[in-house]
């Protein structure tokens, strides 16, 4: 049995790091206190003439200077926990919720634009900034259905994060036809970045029947669906995978909420020699 990995998504991460830290750095600040005391002064007394007039005053002698103690030996240690501390504040109460964040690709569902196994980094502020656009590679919070579908539990305090390509946004209608592909307003859309045409209909077969596989997606968008269309109501996207006969994304699962948006896809930094910005 594997041993349970840390996940640094979790808050508790970041606050038992920081307490950890502080904790360390104020035993060492009490040790310092304690154990650390200022050298001796000597204290050097001499006669002058005046308190003896018959005696001439002695010679006096200038003795080299004792090396003194370090008043602060523990100086590196010091500067090593307030370096860990600045670094766990910024990157896990600063960067990670609102500026970048590191993602895994655990599927196919993007090839041939991101492949298993790529890591990349989103930009978190982009979506607190400005709305989501067409063709944009956003990373989400999956909604219950994405999960439960796949006979996956879904824990609101813990959420799964999905990558996939915006394709509709609010007020947009949206059919996809077999082997000829994604139709938005009427417009039959440019994807050279799809790695096949999609082998499905949505939302309804060429004979006007639901083609949408699960009951619970058919009861999320049935209220949406126009003349064959899917017409997508204020406060959702509609996402695709580019591995279109291969992905689980909002054809099988429905819609995402503008809530559950993480971040923008960025930059693909893993591995090495595909590095670069994501498109």
Avoid: C
Avoid at 36 to 54: I, M, Q
Avoid at 175 to 184: E, Q
């Amino acid at each position: 049995m594997k041993p349970p990995m840390l996940n640094f998504d979790d808050p508790g991460i970041a606050i038992a790091l920081l307490a950890i830290l502080v904790g360390l750095r104020v035993a060492l600040f009490v040790v310092e206190r304690l154990l650390v005391g200022r050298p001796a002064e000597a204290v050097v007394t001499a006669l002058s003439p005046d308190d003896n007039p018959d005696v001439p005053p002695a010679p006096v002698l200038a003795l080299p200077e004792l090396p003194t103690a370090d008043p602060h030996p523990y100086r590196f240690v010091t500067e090593l926990l307030d370096s860990a501390l600045i670094a766990v504040i910024l990157v896990f109460f600063v960067i990670r919720p609102f500026v970048l964040q590191a993602f895994f690709i655990p599927s196919e569902s993007m090839v041939p634009t991101l492949q298993k196994g790529d890591k990349l980094l989103a930009t978190k502020y982009t979506f607190m900034l400005r709305e989501p656009r067409h063709g944009e590679i956003i990373v989400f919070h999956a909604p219950a259905n994405a999960l439960q579908t796949l006979g996956q539990p879904y824990d609101a305090a813990h959420p799964t994060d999905y990558v996939k390509r915006v394709v509709g946004l609010p007020g947009d209608h949206i059919r996809i036809a077999d082997n000829v592909g994604v139709f938005v307003n009427g417009i039959r859309q440019a994807e050279p970045y799809v790695a096949a045409l999609p082998n499905y209909n949505f939302p309804n077969n060429a004979d006007g029947t639901s083609a949408l596989a699960y009951a619970q997606t058919r009861a999320q968008l049935q209220p949406y669906i126009v003349n064959n269309e899917l017409v997508i109501p204020p406060g959702y996207v509609f996402v695709l995978g580019d591995n279109r006969q291969f992905s689980h994304d909002s054809h099988a699962w429905g819609l995402v909420p503008r809530k559950a948006l993480v971040g923008k896809a960025e930059y693909l930094f893993w591995p090495p020699h595909r590095a670069g910005f994501v498109h």
